[in-house]
Every structure is written in structure tokens, then in C-alpha cells.
């Protein structure tokens, strides 16, 4: 069945980076984007990233430009989000999740990983 793992999660200061790692598995991954999602406490989830097939990204957030990157591994079955200039406000749960479409879309996605908490804190 699909499966999508989310690792490397934690805390980390202001200023500091983090690679999150969405590794994944039960479907062929080269073929879908993958998107990565995140939600603070108190607050809805919202897109953050997204890398289609192609290797095109597409941000859903414009808080994140410039900080965050996305790439893939498909022979690694691996999608990871760069983060970089971490904030206070970066702090939510992450997860990675696909649709099991080629292009990237902020709708709902049928398939999701279990989240990595990630803490900006000094």
C-alpha cells in the first residue's frame, strides 16, 4: 500500500537549518509530485512546497521563498524539504503527502505520512 515516512524532524534554534526526508513507498514515486505540509498549533494545515514529476516546484506559501527548498530522489524513493533561516513561526508538524498525480495541487491529497515536529526555539 502507499506509504510516505517523514524523518529528520526536531529542534533547532533561530537562524538554524533542517532536511526533512519523506521516504516513500507502495507506489512507483517517480511518477506523482509529493508535496510537503505543515500545521502549527492552534492553526489550520497549510501547503508549503510541492515537486511534480518533472521537477518543478511549486511554493503554497510565500513565508517560505528563499528559506525552503524541494527535491527529489527517485531512486531513493525520497523527497526532501531544505530548510534554512528557520523562524519561530516555522514551528508545526510536517508531513509529506501525494495524490498520486503528476502536476502539483493544494487540494486535499488521499495519501499522507505520519508528520516529524519541527521546534524553532532559542
Known amino acids: 500500500q502507499v506509504q510516505l515516512v517523514e524523518s529528520g524532524g526536531g529542534l533547532v534554534q533561530p537562524g538554524g537549518s533542517l532536511r526533512l526526508s519523506c521516504t516513500t513507498s507502495?507506489?512507483?514515486?517517480?511518477?506523482?509530485?509529493i508535496g510537503w505540509f505543515r500545521q502549527a498549533p492552534g492553526k489550520e494545515r497549510e501547503g508549503v512546497l510541492c515537486?511534480?514529476?518533472?521537477?518543478?516546484?511549486?511554493y503554497y506559501t510565500d513565508s517560505v521563498k528563499g528559506r525552503f527548498t524541494i527535491s527529489r530522489d527517485n531512486a531513493g524513493k525520497t523527497v526532501y524539504l531544505q530548510m534554512g533561516s528557520l523562524k519561530a513561526e516555522d514551528t508545526a508538524v510536517y508531513y509529506c503527502?501525494?495524490?498520486?498525480?503528476?502536476?502539483?495541487?493544494?487540494?486535499?491529497?488521499?495519501?499522507w505520512g505520519q508528520g516529524t515536529q519541527v521546534t524553532v526555539s532559542s
Open positions: 507502495g507506489f512507483t514515486m517517480d511518477a506523482y509530485a
Open positions: 503527502a501525494t495524490d498520486l498525480q503528476p502536476l502539483c495541487h493544494g487540494n486535499i491529497h488521499a495519501y
Open positions: 515537486i511534480s514529476r518533472f521537477g518543478s516546484t511549486k
